[in-house]
């Protein structure tokens, strides 16, 4: 997976620019951090939802993978999901409502919220 991010716009909820690094957690290329360049000093926690949310298959709109220079059936379109780790007997939770769309071969991404899906805010991540 490619390490340079672009975000097409900033993501929901931050001020922090629109360039990061993607540098993977684990060995089996799931978990991943994101992390501002230069002095942003954003980092967050994601994933692939699949290892947890086997059924998660969001709609990603037209507009959104035109942007990101994707079809809706291409290989270089990954989907990964915001996680908020968590301590002691509460659970880490993905956002399954509002996911990051990258394009795998040129770094772009940008993050959907998906309007009028019932996917939850904060699915607890339990092994499927």
Known sequence: M??????????TGLSAG???TLDPLDTNGHLFALRGTGADPTRLFLMRP??????????????V??????DADDARCAVLVIVTPRSG???????LLAP?????????????????????????LVAA
């Open 65 to 70: 993978l035109a942007a990101l220079h994707l």
């Open 18 to 20: 629109t360039r990061f």
């Open 89 to 95: 007997a509460t659970q880490a939770t993905a956002n």
């Open 100 to 124: 990051l769309v990258l394009n795998t071969s040129t770094g772009h991404a940008q993050q959907v919220i998906l309007d009028g899906a019932t996917w939850p805010l904060r699915a607890p």
């Open 50 to 63: 699949e290892p947890y949310f086997q059924e998660y298959s969001p709609t990603i709109d037209p507009s």
């Open 2 to 11: 490619i390490t340079d991010v672009t975000l097409v716009e900033p993501l």
